[in-house]
C-alpha cells in the first residue's frame, strides 16, 4: 500500500523553540497533504491543507503565522510550529490522498511535548 | 449538530462475537465514507472505505451505508483481542477531498 513518511516521531522542546516536522510520500504524489493535530482521547482535527507550490489554506482558529505549512515538491510537506508553547502540546499527523483513487493514507504521527 | 457523530464507548464485546460500530453524519451532500482504526498512540489505519448504499465485505469487516438515513456503519465479526482499539469513522462532503472525522469508538473485545 501507499506509505507516507513522517518524521520526527516524537519531540520535545523548550518553550519558546520552533519545530519542524516532516511528511513525505514515498510511493506516489501528492498535490495535496494534510495536517491534523490530535489531543488526548480526541479526534482528529484538519489545522490546514497543504498545497504544492501555493499557499496552504487554514482551517478557522488555526494560526498562520504559528504554523507554518511548506509544500515545496510534489513528495514533501513540512509543518513548522514556531514559538511552541505547552499549550502546543499535540500529535501531529500528516496525511496524503493517494493519487487516482483519492484514499487518504497517515503519516505515522508526531507527539510534540512543549516543556 | 456535529458533523460526524459516533459514540464514544466503550463498547465491550466478547471474543468471536459481532461488534457493531456506528456513525451518523449531517451533511447530505457526503459522497465517501471511511473506517480507520486507530490504535493508541498511533496515527489511524484505513480499515474500509464505501460509497454506494448497501454493504460492502472486507474479510472480517463489513461497512454499511444508508445515504437516505445518513448513517455508516462496521461490523467485525469474529471479533478478536488485537482488534481493540478506536474506530474513526471519516466523512468526505461531496467535491473535495478533505475529510473529516468523528470523534471515535473506543471498542474492547475480552477474552
Known amino acids: 500500500g501507499a506509505v507516507v513518511s513522517q518524521h520526527p516521531s516524537w519531540v520535545i522542546c523548550k518553550s519558546g523553540t520552533s519545530v519542524k516536522i516532516e511528511c513525505r510520500s514515498l510511493d506516489f504524489q501528492a498535490t495535496t497533504m494534510f495536517w491534523y493535530r490530535q489531543f488526548p482521547k480526541q479526534s482528529l482535527m484538519l489545522m490546514a491543507t497543504?498545497?504544492?507550490?501555493?499557499?496552504?489554506?487554514?482551517e478557522q482558529g488555526v494560526e498562520k503565522d504559528k504554523f507554518l505549512i511548506n509544500h515545496a515538491s510534489l513528495t514533501l510537506s513540512t509543518l513548522t510550529v514556531t514559538s511552541a508553547h505547552p499549550e502546543d502540546s499535540s500529535f501531529y499527523i500528516c496525511?496524503?490522498?493517494?493519487?487516482?483513487?483519492?484514499?487518504?493514507?497517515f503519516g505515522s504521527g508526531t507527539q510534540l511535548s512543549v516543556l | 449538530q456535529k458533523e460526524v457523530e459516533q459514540n464514544s464507548g466503550p463498547l465491550s464485546v466478547p471474543e468471536g462475537a459481532i461488534a457493531s460500530l456506528n456513525c451518523t453524519y449531517s451533511d447530505r451532500g457526503s459522497q465517501s465514507f471511511f473506517w480507520y482504526r486507530q490504535y493508541s498512540g498511533k496515527s489511524p489505519e484505513l480499515i474500509m472505505f464505501i460509497y454506494s448504499n448497501g454493504d460492502k465485505e472486507d474479510g472480517r469487516f463489513t461497512a454499511q451505508l444508508n445515504k437516505a438515513s445518513q448513517y455508516v456503519s462496521l461490523l467485525i465479526r469474529d471479533s478478536q483481542p488485537s482488534d481493540s482499539a478506536t474506530y474513526l469513522c471519516a466523512v468526505i462532503a461531496g467535491g473535495g477531498n478533505k475529510l473529516t472525522f468523528g470523534t471515535g469508538t473506543q471498542l474492547k473485545v475480552e477474552l
Open positions: 497543504s498545497n504544492e507550490g501555493s499557499k496552504a489554506t487554514y
Open positions: 496525511s496524503a490522498p493517494r493519487t487516482g483513487d483519492e484514499k487518504l493514507f
